[in-house]
């Protein structure tokens, strides 16, 4: 099997081409493939399909198997790699996902793209769209305690995918593998979360480390990024443009007044080879 590595600021993703390859059963190879020792290394698997209502399609699998709705970062390198590899030569193209399908402006650098602005689409704020268990209301600086008696202020939002937002004045108190887990498996989320400690710095700028769902830390995540837009509306932290500082890099998100949120960022390609199945 042919894949291609790539990465969105980070955010790295093995990725195949099923218009030329067939991948039977990616929910049992996404933990083997992903393997940062044994496999090739990844925070998951993404499948790039033919599509009846897109350019192409995208099935992201995390790196415990678990299928995810959609991925922010990994959607704007399925878009260079469809574009790179003339699958198609639309600009914007559109690409199917879980989570519906999305329009995709690509930038490019001699040919090749280098950066994209996605449009994410309109976030859901109410709790059985989160889901999360309780009465039918938004999830605004609500509070959330864990097992261990730790309580955190939460903002929840789906971006086709489950997340919560936590702001914090410091990182320093924060042991991301410790609460993020205990969060993402709180029993208020039946289908876990995606879990952001998010430090404001001004209204335009916003510093966030992120613990995923089925995957555990990463260096970003651009869902993740759209839906602390959002939040930083909701809390009166940050006007409707942000810069997100993110450990593997940035990305502008912009809450526009159509609803919809759009994230742009860079897509790297890092190389290509082949798995023995």
């Given at each position: ?134 009465k039918e209301t938004q999830v605004i600086d609500e509070k ?134």
């Amino acid at each position: 099997m042919k894949f291609t590595k790539m990465h969105g600021i980070g955010n790295d993703y093995v990725y195949v081409n099923c218009f030329e390859e067939e991948v039977k059963d990616p929910a049992k190879l996404a933990p083997i493939i992903s393997d940062r020792h044994f496999g090739v290394g990844s925070d998951g698997l993404i499948l790039i399909l033919p599509s009846k209502v897109a350019d192409c399609k995208m099935r992201i699998f995390n790196a415990d198997g678990s299928e995810a709705q959609m991925c922010g970062n990994g959607i704007r390198c399925v878009a260079k790699y469809v574009y790179d590899h003339k699958i198609t030569q639309k600009n914007p193209l559109t690409v199917e996902t879980q989570a519906g399908v999305k329009t995709i402006q690509l930038f490019t650098t001699n040919g090749k793209v280098s950066s994209a602005r996605v449009n994410m689409g309109k976030p859901r704020l109410m709790r059985s769209e989160i889901p999360m268990l309780g009465k039918e209301t938004q999830v605004i600086d609500e509070k959330l305690t864990l097992g261990d008696g730790t309580s955190f202020n939460i903002t929840c939002v789906s971006m086709g995918n489950p997340h919560c937002v936590i702001f914090v004045d410091t990182f320093d108190n924060i042991d991301l593998t410790k609460h993020g887990a205990g969060i993402e498996r709180h029993p208020s989320f039946p289908e876990r979360t995606n879990v952001h400690f998010v430090r404001a710095h001004n209204p335009g700028e916003v510093t966030m480390k992120t613990w995923e769902r089925g995957s555990g830390i990463t260096l970003a995540c651009g869902t993740g990024a759209s839906a602390v837009c959002v939040a930083g509306v909701l809390n009166k932290k940050t006007g409707r443009k942000v810069l997100a500082h993110l450990p593997g890099g940035d990305l502008d998100l912009e809450w526009s007044e159509d609803g919809n949120v759009y994230m742009t960022g860079p897509a790297t390609e890092v190389f290509t080879g082949k798995w023995t199945l």
